[in-house]
């Protein structure tokens, strides 16, 4: 089992920028894709990014697409969301997810049902 733990969120302004990262521990997470979703007040969990083991392949929601940039560092067992250009909109608790040995791939990794650890979230506010 992995552990995750997201951090890094917080209040900004629209425009701004932050840098979100998730620590796993426990059993490694070098062999599994990792994600990234947002779940905003009253709606449901949004898939936001998607990084293969390797970190050479990635995947976005057209939402954050040029905005915002998953990369992983695996020897440091850490995921990193930077996000830039901080919208209203993108305000929501930030998750961090552990790809459940599926096939990485444009499908499989924007269902939140094929993932197997999650994080307890980060809050980022963006206010105008």
């Known amino acids: 089992q992995v552990q995750l733990v997201e951090s890094g969120g917080g209040s900004v302004q629209a425009g701004d920028s932050l840098r979100l990262s998730c620590a796993a521990s426990g059993r490694t997470f070098t062999g599994y894709a990792m994600g990234w979703f947002r779940q905003a007040l009253g709606k449901e969990r949004e898939f936001i990014a998607a990084?293969?083991?390797?970190?050479?392949?990635?995947y976005y929601a057209d939402s954050v697409s040029g905005r915002f940039t998953i990369s992983r560092d695996n020897a440091k067992n850490t995921v990193y969301l930077q996000m830039s250009n901080l919208k209203p909109e993108d305000t929501a608790v930030y998750y961090c997810a552990k790809l459940a040995g599926k096939y990485f791939s444009k499908v499989t990794t924007r269902n939140a049902a094929n993932y197997d650890s999650w994080g307890q979230g980060t809050q980022v506010t963006v206010s105008s």
């Open positions: 990084v293969s083991s390797g970190n050479y392949n990635t």
